[in-house]
Nanobody, 122 residues
């Protein structure tokens, strides 16, 4: 089970930190990611982290502004700085087993999803 928190409203240039508490993940080797979605649009990958070795990957829109991280308490974070109005979306965390064929930003590889948290930048 994945539960997100930390969304809210912020002005352009501001920062937010999203959290995702994971429970029921029985292995220490899995991948977690943040996605976001606007109404009527497809969910898009923002960033991912492989819990096993800490490797991270980012969408171009997130590079240099967002940081994905994970702590020993099974909490996934997304630190978002220099926020822009186009970052406004519902943000979701997701988890999947490692798979060398997986494309991290494709939603079909993920079996666990949170309920989402809204981020609004004005």
């Amino acid at each position: 089970q994945l539960v997100e928190s930390g969304g809210g409203s912020v002005q352009t240039g501001g920062s937010l930190r999203l959290s995702c508490t994971a429970s029921g993940l029985t292995s220490s080797h899995y991948c977690m990611a943040w996605f976001r979605q606007l109404p009527g649009k497809e969910r898009e990958g923002v960033a991912t982290i492989y819990i096993g070795d800490g490797a991270t990957y980012y969408a171009d829109s997130a590079k240099g502004r967002f940081t994905i991280s994970h702590d020993n308490a099974n909490v996934l974070y997304l630190q978002m700085n220099s926020l822009k109005p186009e970052d406004t979306a519902s943000y979701y965390c997701a988890a999947r087993r490692p798979n060398s064929d997986a494309i991290w930003y494709q939603t079909t590889w993920y079996g666990s999803w949170g309920q989402g948290t809204q981020v609004t930048v004005s």
